[in-house]
């Protein structure tokens, strides 16, 4: 593989301005997901059903509005939108019952194991080595992902579990970024989260109710926030970054949701953070910052989405 000049390898035709600002209030956003989940009253597989059933219709509707003809859109990728649905599904399924198994800042973290396969499959699709200022920033993030999970030893079994089961469900979450990405090639970000969230709204009910789990919540406010504020806002503005911005930027701003995470659940239940963890969260913002600084990014995979340019297609 030879190695890409930095001035070159931006994603061309469009500001990176606006897309990085979504990318940062996604991963903020997605951040708050496990503390909606332990406060919902239903099982945790059903609180993803809601989450994406929810938020189905209403993407839909917007598309539809917005004149973006999301069937039209979506001809010739049903199957690939399929795929992408039930590997969401999978993810969200085996995330939000390890939720309740680890502290929230290990069920972020190790929910994004992304953030180290996407910018791989990145490189490798591009044929193209990390330059140094690349590398640098892979390595500032793997360490201070390594501190921010540190104290994973420490830990019962029981959350080990719950450690395991958020792993499985970061790969699976990678699986899902790469088809997406394939995916924002050709379609508007809000028709292609309405179909992918769609094609996993019935794996997750029938797994709720297979499990046996409560499915009607009696309380709908944590329902409604983890649709809106996860599924609406989070995923949202995550799928127009992916359509804008290369896989190692994507991958290293992952790493800014074990943060955010961590300061909720210090907060709302006492998981109080150590030095370890400060320092790892701010090698983390440093390896964004010096991913972005002089516009350097790993080789995008991406073109600005066609339908982008013409709002009416």
């Known amino acids: 593989m030879h190695r890409v000049p930095e001035e070159t390898i931006a994603t061309p035709h469009t500001s990176k301005a606006l897309p990085l600002a979504a990318l940062i209030v996604a991963n903020v956003a997605l951040a708050f997901g496990p503390w909606f989940v332990r406060l919902t009253d239903v099982g945790p597989v059903a609180a993803g059903f809601w989450r994406v059933g929810l938020a189905s219709p209403v993407l839909l509707v917007v598309a539809a509005f917005a004149g973006q003809r999301p069937v039209a859109q979506a001809r010739g990728l049903w199957t690939v939108l399929a795929i992408g649905g039930l590997a969401f599904a999978g993810d969200l399924a085996t995330w939000h019952a390890g939720i309740h198994h680890t502290q929230l800042a290990n069920s972020t973290l190790f929910g ?63 699986v899902y970024f790469i088809i997406m990405a394939r995916v924002r090639e050709t379609m508007h970000p809000v028709p292609a989260l309405a179909f992918a969230s769609l094609f996993g709204t019935l794996p997750l009910l029938g797994a709720a109710l297979l499990l046996g789990e409560q499915v009607w919540p009696g309380n709908w406010g944590p329902i409604l926030a983890i649709a809106i504020v996860s599924q609406l806002i989070g995923q949202g503005l995550m799928i127009y970054a992916l359509g804008h911005l290369s896989p190692l930027v994507v991958g290293v701003a992952l790493l800014t949701q074990p943060v955010v995470a961590g300061a909720i659940g210090w907060i709302a239940y006492d998981e109080r953070l150590g030095l370890p963890d400060v320092a790892g969260a701010l090698l983390v913002g440093l390896a964004l910052v010096l991913v972005r600084k002089g516009g350097p990014t790993a080789p995008s995979t991406l073109e600005p989405a066609p339908a982008e340019a013409h709002k009416g297609a």
């Open 112 to 174: 994004n194991v992304a953030t180290l396969i996407f910018p791989i499959y990145g490189f490798i699709v591009a044929k193209s080595w990390p330059s140094r200022t690349q590398g640098i920033a892979l390595a500032m993030a793997a360490i201070g992902g390594a501190l921010l999970m540190g104290r994973s030893a420490q830990l019962s079994p029981q959350n080990l579990i719950g450690d395991l089961l958020c792993l499985t469900a970061g790969v699976l979450y990678a």
